[in-house]
């Protein structure tokens, strides 16, 4: 069983900047995809950022030019890096793992961007 532990949520003001860690039990190598997600109240999942098992990364085209999503192997964690922060980008981050059919995913952590 894969376990997932997001931090680095909180308050921060439209325009500024976050980061967002995921530590993860398992090999973050030998994943299929590493990514973020993000669910606003009343909105479903989101996919916000991912990198797949060849380095490859996807992002939605809200947070394009502003939002990075990186990894260290060696830590096994993950990180999105969110700069120019918009209202519109609050939400329950949730760090998720796919491991051939299997996904796992983590408690999420709270973004409030509000002033």
């Known amino acids: 069983q894969v376990q997932l532990v997001e931090s680095g949520g909180g308050l921060v003001q439209p325009g500024g900047s976050r980061r967002l860690s995921c530590a993860n039990s398992?090999?973050?190598?030998?994943?299929?995809?590493v990514g973020w997600y993000r669910q606003a109240p009343g909105n479903e999942r989101e996919l916000v950022a991912a990198?797949?098992?060849?380095?490859?990364?996807v992002y939605a085209d809200s947070v394009k030019g502003r939002f990075t999503i990186s990894r260290n192997s060696a830590k096994n964690t993950v990180y999105l890096q969110m700069n120019s922060l918009k209202p519109e980008d609050t939400g329950i981050y949730y760090c998720?793992?796919?491991?051939?059919?299997?996904?796992?995913w983590g408690q999420g952590t709270q973004v409030t961007v509000s002033s």
């Open positions: 998720n793992s796919r491991y051939n059919n299997n996904a796992y």
């Open positions: 990198i797949t098992d060849v380095g490859g990364t």
């Open positions: 398992g090999s973050i190598v030998s994943a299929n995809a």
